[in-house]
């Protein structure tokens, strides 16, 4: 009786220890992230919204000369067998005056979504960048710096839409032989209009070597149940393509884009530029972005800008910037996203300095 009673016990701790060593084995983390980014912007022009005339220069402290400020939660879990549980937590804010700011609006307006990875691809549910927001990055030889790049030209034309994607699932294959692919569909969550708010993009880019090709598209839809401070639910349609070369410090990079609101405007972007490390702590870039109305064309501006950013450490970056931009007929291209989005007719010259830390 007693040595059944043992051996039972010991079948118990040997189950028990295998159990307790297998959750032992799954590696899990959760970091703290975050970027602070704060600058100086001077325009020898702004628009004045109601006329639409020049109202005059102006200097200002802005946050966010190069990119937002932002903090976040990033974790992952790894369930074995392959597969990974992930999820990701992102807030944007304003060192200006502290307050919420950026993406949608919303306190996690950035990105707030959850995820399994494994060697089959990785599927996410909730609010993501887009797919092709993620293939304009890709392909901006400024890196959709929010003064003088792309992502002016993108804001400008559809605000938030097209950049993050709410409610909304996306599958992204494995890399097969330099080739991947990603699909996304935002429900737009309001009862008994499935096509209200709903939107769809997917991107497919190949890679080889310092090469890189891609080719995106967006569709959505107005309406919905996620209206957000910041308009992420225009009608709008996108598409793009792009490439990028590397050849040791120095990468070009080259794409076009077409912005079509509906009832509204249907532009095309033509846009093109270098970076050059001139040393590891000292980049160098520049781009030109050309914008034309496909049903007006007298409606055009040509915006360009160069951009130096030196590295104090891994963390902390000083950048300058100057950018300048021609607007003809009815176009209101901007140079920046923050401060300066959009501009009177003629030409508007313009500069950031500032200080990037990341954490």
């Not at 969550?189 to 997917?202: T, V």
């Not at 308009?231 to 996108?238: D, F, V």
């Amino acid at each position: 009786m007693f040595r059944k009673l043992r051996l039972a016990s010991q079948a118990i701790v040997f189950l028990a220890s295998l159990l307790l060593g297998g959750f032992a084995n799954a590696q899990s983390s959760v970091t703290l992230f975050g970027v602070i980014d704060g600058g100086l912007l001077y325009t020898n022009k702004t628009l004045n919204a109601q006329t639409g005339a020049n109202a005059g220069k102006q200097l200002s402290v802005i946050d966010g000369g190069s990119s937002y400020s932002q903090f976040g939660l990033i974790g992952s879990e790894d369930l074995g067998g392959g597969l990974t549980a992930k999820f990701k937590l992102e807030s944007a804010f304003s060192i200006a005056n502290g307050g919420i700011a950026h993406c949608n609006g919303n306190l996690f307006g950035c990105e707030a979504w959850v995820s399994l990875d494994s060697r089959y691809g990785e599927l996410k549910g909730g609010l993501q960048f887009s797919p092709f927001f993620l293939a304009l990055y890709e392909s901006d030889p400024r890196g959709m710096s929010f003064f003088g790049s792309g992502g002016v030209n993108l804001v400008d034309n559809l605000f938030g839409t097209g950049i993050f994607s709410a409610s909304s699932v996306s599958y992204k294959t494995p890399n097969l032989w330099g080739l991947q692919a990603t699909m996304l569909y935002s429900f737009g969550g309001q009862a008994g209009d499935f096509q209200a708010g709903r939107q769809y993009a997917a991107s497919i880019k190949y890679e080889y070597g310092g090469f890189m090709i891609n080719a995106a598209i967006f569709d959505g839809n107005s309406g919905g149940a996620n209206q957000t401070p910041t308009p992420t639910t225009l009608a709008a349609e996108g598409r793009t393509l792009g490439a990028a070369f590397k050849f040791g410090a120095l990468t070009a990079k080259a794409s076009f884009v077409n912005y079509k609101v509906a009832g509204s405007f249907n532009n095309n972007v033509y846009g093109g530029g270098l970076s050059w490390y001139v040393l590891p702590t000292l980049d160098l870039d520049g781009g030109i972005w050309v914008t034309s109305d496909r049903n007006h064309t007298a409606n055009r501006s040509l915006l360009a800008a160069l951009g130096a950013s030196y590295y104090l450490s891994k963390r902390t970056t000083l950048y300058a910037q100057v950018a300048t931009v021609n607007n003809h007929g009815a176009m209101n291209t901007g140079l920046s996203v923050n401060g300066a989005l959009f501009s009177p007719q003629g030409t508007t010259v313009g500069a950031t300095l500032g200080i990037r830390h990341s954490f």
